[in-house]
């Protein structure tokens, strides 16, 4: 097989030739010639004047519409350079060529001397640069499929672009620059919480499944826009230009989006590749009149962006990298698009959360004095509505105002009322919201854990059970349960928090006594009958209520353990649960109410001087 080389032709704008030279690059016969040997197809120039005498001075002209010189056999490549930098034949003239060099995909820019008999000509500076594909057409195309040429430039517009956008593009990964890192509040508030904090693709729930939906249409519009453009036949092309127009549009899109991702993700690793060798992978001036002319070479494209991708991405993309070589190879030029979507994701992520690592123990350090300029700042735009939070803490402090004189137990006060009813949140917390939310939800789960705990204690002491329960017995039950609802207590957050201070429904209980009821058992023999196993389930479910009796004893014991925890007394918080056999809780209630004091500090030492000058 011979080996095939690749040609750019540039065009040229006011070029000048020099005086010997006579002929007009680009006239009719060299056109008509090169065409017929598989070279460039269809140059239009204009101003050539025909009636031009040799010799006559300068002669201006500018190229107003470029086809294609196609990569073509070694000998036949030979033979039409030889003829268009010809000096002999004035009739065919002389055209403008560059051999590619350099990235496969990158567009020739350059000045190209002629000399002449008598003298030196020159061409002028190329404004724009054609990109020739190698492989986006047949053999059978080459030789026999017209080009059809554009006669005006195609714009793309701000609409089309926005239209045509991929589920990943830079607007979604905007986020994840360092700048924005920096200046995002809520990252900055949200570092102190979580430890492991760090950025992910989010497809659950609800969102994930739409994201995935959107994801698969887009995907399956680009396999068609990629067939409208390189896989129909010509005639078909010829006569539908607005689909061709359509697909142009969508798959241009792609490929920007792809650019301007590559562009950030060099700025943001401070990589030696130039930004302006990136852009001069693809020319958005000429990309869409490429796509419609079925000249550009999106697999040369496609292994550029790889070889960079691999020069600056981590192990993780690196393994992307092959599998878009290996979609290539297989000619799903669309898998190939969409792994090269993911894998510029997965860097930038990736980027992205070694900043955060890096910068976490300043962040954490300056988290106070940001969080005030950030409230003096939003107070100052008024983008925040802050009169029902007035209103709460003035309540608050009117109600709690009698039994201290400290401004901060008055907010500690609020604040544990505030985590223990379902009242709506202050929009001051805004950046608490969810967080306080769960705080709320897993002290339902505790006063639920240890008002089951209480009542199933209570339940083996009782005198009216038909059979009765041996100390041994008794202390394996009791493990049964504690292992049960330590379960329960370690279950996933719900994604929405039910609105009722009974979080644990009819059905939900149902599930929780058949888990237990499995552990009801010793050496293979049943502890309760059936009578007794029907009334303690019925005894549980009511006590476990939150209109219960037993319920408004473990809910005045939580309230008075916070008391003592908000008031650095430890121990007497604890000491309190001993009595009521739930001490088997102490270390989840323990590591919850760190958690909520923690952010209360924090919001104590940010908003301070809002609740100061708000007590009147």
């Known amino acids: ?29 060299a056109i008509e010639y090169i065409k017929s040997e598989g070279g460039i197809a269809g140059m239009k120039i204009e101003g050539m004047g025909r009636d031009m005498k040799e010799g006559s001075g300068k002669c201006q002209f500018r190229v107003i519409e470029l086809g294609v010189m196609y990569g073509m056999d070694e000998s036949r490549a030979d033979d039409v350079l030889s003829m268009v930098k010809s000096k002999k034949n004035k009739t065919d003239g002389n055209v403008a060529y560059k051999e590619r060099s350099g990235r496969t995909g990158c567009i020739v820019k350059s000045k190209e001397k002629i000399k002449g008999k008598g003298g030196k000509g020159r061409l002028g500076s190329s404004r724009k640069g054609i990109y020739i594909p190698h492989g986006s057409c047949s053999e059978k195309r080459e030789q026999s499929c017209p080009i059809k040429r554009n006669k005006s430039k195609i714009e793309l517009s701000q609409k089309e672009h926005a239209q045509n956008l991929p589920p ?19 990252l900055r508030h949200e570092i102190l919480f979580e430890p492991k ?76 590749l130039e930004s302006k060798e990136l852009e001069e992978v693809i020319d958005k001036d000429i990309l869409i009149q490429q796509l419609q002319n079925r000249t550009f070479d999106i697999g040369g494209f496609i292994s550029t962006v790889s070889q960079i991708i691999e020069d600056i991405s981590t192990p993780g993309a690196a393994a992307m990298v092959e599998s878009i070589a290996t979609s290539m190879q297989e000619n799903k030029v ?35 004095t940001y969080g005030i300029k950030h409230f003096e700042n939003s107070c100052i735009s008024n983008t925040s509505n802050l009169a029902i939070s007035k209103s709460w803490w003035l309540d608050a402090y009117n109600t709690h105002k009698s039994s201290t004189a400290d401004l901060y137990a008055v907010f500690l ?66 493990a049964a349960v504690e292992q049960t609802l330590d379960s329960f207590l370690s279950t ?81 918080a ?26 209360a500090k924090h919001h104590w030492d940010v908003h301070k001087k809002f609740y100061a000058c708000n007590i009147k």
């Open 197 to 272: 904090l760090e950025f992910r693709p989010n497809y659950q729930g609800d969102l994930g499944t739409l994201k995935r939906e959107q994801s698969n249409k887009y995907w399956s519009d680009i396999e068609r826009a990629l067939h409208v453009v390189y896989g129909r036949d010509c005639k078909v092309y010829e006569s539908e230009d607005e689909e061709m127009e359509k697909a142009a549009i969508k798959i241009a899109v792609l490929l920007l989006e792809l650019k301007a991702i590559i562009i950030g993700i060099v700025s943001d690793k401070s990589s030696t």
């Open 1 to 29: 097989m011979q080996k095939k080389r690749r040609i750019s032709v540039v065009s040229v704008e006011e070029a000048q030739l020099g005086r010997d030279q006579g002929g007009l690059i680009g006239q009719p016969n």
């Open 492 to 572: 996933p957050l719900p994604t929405s928090f039910p609105q009722t201070r009974d979080i644990v429904d009819k059905a939900h209980f149902d599930v929780l006594f058949s888990q237990l009821e499995s552990s009801f058992f010793y050496n293979n023999k049943p502890i309760f009958d059936l009578a007794s196993l029907v009334l303690l389930k019925d005894y549980l479910f009511k006590n476990t209520r939150a209109s219960s009796a037993v319920r408004a004893i473990i809910d005045s014991r939580i309230d008075s353990s916070l008391s003592h925890f908000f008031n650095d007394s430890t121990s007497k």
């Open 334 to 368: 669309c898998v190939a698009l969409q792994t090269l979507l993911l894998s510029l994701e997965h860097i930038k992520i990736d980027i992205a959360n070694s900043w955060i690592e890096m910068y976490r123990p300043y962040m954490k350090a300056t988290a106070v």
């Open 168 to 186: 990943i593009n830079q607007y979604t990964l905007s986020e994840l620059s360092t700048k924005r890192i920096f200046h995002n509040s809520k």
């Open 574 to 599: 604890f000491d309190l649960f001993t009595p009521l056999h739930i001490s088997c809780f102490n270390s989840q209630i323990y590591n919850l109410y760190s958690k909520l004091f923690f952010v």
């Open 413 to 478: 006060l609020a604040y544990k009322e505030l985590l223990r009813n379902s009242a709506p949140i202050p929009l001051i917390f805004h950046f608490d919201t969810q967080r306080i939310a769960s705080f709320r939800y897993d002290l339902l789960r505790i006063q639920f854990c240890s008002a089951f705990s209480l009542s199933f204690n209570h339940f083996l002491s009782k005198k009216n059970l038909k059979t009765s329960i041996s100390p041994l017995h008794q202390k394996h039950l009791i």
